[in-house]
């Protein structure tokens, strides 16, 4: 399988560039990307915990799926593709906001994103791709803040910053 490229971007997210997606996060090159928040009519967020053989943030929990956009994609197509590929299902998606973030990783890795955020709904279960996703669950959005203050190495860099940073765009209830 061909590796896939990310979309590398300056601060105002232009493309400048295409890059293979591991050097991409081995030399810290800021890219696109997305990060998708899924909540029921109860506002829970579907949750989900990554794959135990990722090449990082193996086993974390995170916000429902996340990925990179491809070229000629946009952001909402590429939240539903990713959808889709993960947790098995599509549903609506609104995009609110977008930030850039730089999370060095153990491994040597580094990520350093543009990273779009985008909410919808949805209220049946997912078909979770074992490929990508170990478990999913939902919770309150007020439980994953004490969760992540509680147990801070069990939640994914870009989703602590999100909850610390971003609250205000992903809660529907505001």
Partial sequence: ???EKVILVDENDNPIGLMPK??????????????????????????QQRALHKYHSPGLWTNTCCSHQRVGESNIEAGQRRLQEEMGFVTPLTEKT??????????GLTEHELDHIMVGTYNGE???????VADWKWMSLDAIKDDINAKPNNYTA????????????????Q
């Fill in 1 to 3: 399988m061909k590796e």
């Fill in 22 to 47: 591991l050097e991409a996060h081995e030399k810290a090159v800021l890219h696109r990307a997305f990060s998708v928040f899924i909540f029921n009519a109860n506002n829970e967020l579907m949750l």
């Fill in 98 to 107: 977008s930030f850039i973030y730089k999370a060095p990783f153990d491994n």
């Fill in 126 to 132: 997912p078909k979770i791709n074992k490929d990508e």
């Fill in 158 to 173: 870009w989703f602590k910053i999100i909850f610390q940073k971003f609250y205000k765009f992903i809660n529907v209830e």
